[in-house]
């Protein structure tokens, strides 16, 4: 497609069940970033996945938070047993390079967890 | 002290005057970014700027590397200019996100 696309757009699940979010970056970036964005809170970087190399992991909260990406292209955003304060948007970024050019976002997912 | 700091955090203004939001970086960086975040939270790529000046419009986005600051101007601004402009500077693989400016453009 054109840009970064998400799906959902919107999840609404009950606490204690897992949860999987879906990124389909632009053809040919080698660069995929996820983000997250509590109610009123700045954007809080996840998880980093740069061509075949190991991601960068570093941002995610808990080890009930993985991604991972198939063929370098598609990645979906796993948290299992999700909790009240897991309520965000999470977002999704692509890049053709990483860190030195244009930075191109989907529209999120508005995950909420009652 | 964070990466990347932004002023001011919020700014009103009324129709038609001139915009600056400044962001300044503690350590050196590959490039900085842009952005801007609607209400309904979708994120848009403005400018990445590694020197000089960019002007897209009525925006136009300036670095200066050796001070490690940038601004973002906003010409004959309109009510639909009013967002949260962020900023966020490359480091190595990582975007560095500032706090955000939000920026409400009264008609």
């Known amino acids: ?114 | 002290k964070n990466e990347v700091e932004q002023s001011p955090q919020n700014l009103t203004a009324q129709e038609g005057e001139f915009i600056t939001i400044n962001c300044s970086y503690s350590v050196g960086i590959s490039a900085l970014h842009w952005l801007q975040q609607h209400p309904g939270g979708g994120i848009v790529s403005l400018f990445m700027l590694s020197s000089g000046k960019k002007k897209h419009g009525r925006l136009i986005a300036t670095i200066n590397i050796q001070e490690k600051h940038s601004s973002l101007h906003i010409t004959a601004s309109h009510p639909r200019d009013s967002a949260v402009y962020i900023c966020a500077k490359a480091s190595n693989y990582q975007l560095i996100w500032g706090a955000g400016t939000k920026l409400i453009i009264k008609p």
């Open chain 1, 1 to 114: 497609g054109a840009g970064v696309s998400q799906s959902p757009s919107n999840k609404v699940t009950e606490k204690g069940k897992d949860v999987e979010l879906r990124c389909d970056p632009i053809s040919g970036h080698t660069a995929l970033y996820w983000y997250r964005q509590s109610l009123g809170q700045g954007l809080e970087f996840l998880i980093y996945f740069q061509g075949n190399s190991a991601p960068d992991k570093s941002g995610l909260p808990s080890d009930r938070f993985s991604a991972e990406r198939t063929g370098g292209s598609v990645s979906t955003l796993t948290i299992q047993r999700t909790q009240q304060e897991d309520s965000a948007v999470y977002l999704c970024a692509s890049s053709l390079h990483p860190g030195n050019t244009e930075a191109f976002f989907g529209q999120g997912t508005r995950l909420t967890v009652v």
